[in-house]
């Protein structure tokens, strides 16, 4: 069981190229989130989304979208990559939003953007 | 709004010592709580969770934490650390839907 996937591992990236983060998980989760991770400040909620078919914003949501087509694909997408945006990403799971449930974490997305 | 603060932001002890960590957050009732640890290069991985009960919880690799309500905490202890405990620990507290994390303590162990 290979749990969360994220693709790719790293990327370096031109400002005001359009880039896709890519999330899978494979234990039927319904509740997925995006967080990035920047020095000192602990991972902030960038989206979620609660159920196949729907997403809310998060803290951080600006410069960011994501659908959720399936159960099983989270994708993160940066419309017009920026300088601000260069951070490590995770993806995470959990069987559903709001109750406590443990939330699990991918090995992350390492993204430089010039 | 809630929020969670981790005070050390490096925290260096020696091999066999005891080790506390300190998380304070901010929220009005008793949110879901935990501590996670980040291995270098790693995604996170949870070391113990806080629901209700019994406010000494146990976790994974030795770690247990304890909930103060008064004080508005949840501290993440080990009696003795161990060199492969060297990482970068994250308080979070889960009052909705929105996990949210303090700015993480990096513990490094010296031989």
């Known amino acids: 069981i290979a749990g969360i996937t994220q693709a790719p591992t790293s990327q370096i990236l031109a400002a005001g190229r359009r880039m896709t983060l890519r999330c899978t998980q494979d234990?039927?989760?319904?509740?997925m989130y995006w967080y990035r991770q920047d020095l000192g400040l602990g991972l902030r909620l960038i989206h979620y989304?609660?159920?196949?078919?729907?997403?809310g914003k998060g803290e951080v949501p600006d410069g960011y979208s994501v659908s959720r087509a399936n159960t099983d694909d989270f994708p993160l997408t940066l419309a017009s990559a920026v300088p601000s945006q260069t951070s490590v990403y995770f993806c995470?799971?959990?069987?559903?939003?709001?109750?406590?449930?443990?939330?699990?974490f991918g090995p992350g997305t390492r993204l430089l953007v010039l | 709004a809630q929020s969670v603060t981790q005070p050390d932001i490096h925290i260096t002890v020696s091999e066999g010592a005891s080790l506390e960590l300190r998380c304070n957050y901010s929220?009005?009732?008793?949110?879901?709580l935990f501590w996670y640890v980040q291995s270098p290069g790693q995604g996170l991985q949870l070391l113990l969770k806080?629901?209700?009960?019994?406010?000494l919880v146990q976790g994974i690799k030795g770690f247990e934490a304890e909930f103060k309500r008064s004080q508005s905490s949840f501290n993440l202890r080990k009696p003795s650390v161990h060199w492969s405990d060297a990482a970068e620990y994250f308080c979070?507290?889960?009052?909705?839907?929105?996990?949210?994390f303090g700015g993480g303590t990096r513990l490094m162990v010296k031989p």
């Open positions: 995470a799971s959990s069987k559903v939003a709001g109750t406590g449930e443990t939330q699990y």
């Open positions: 989304s609660n159920t196949a078919g729907t997403t």
């Open positions: 929220y009005g009732a008793t949110p879901y």
């Open positions: 234990m039927r989760h319904n509740a």
């Open positions: 979070a507290v889960l009052p909705d839907n929105m996990l949210t």
């Open positions: 806080y629901f209700s009960g019994d406010t």
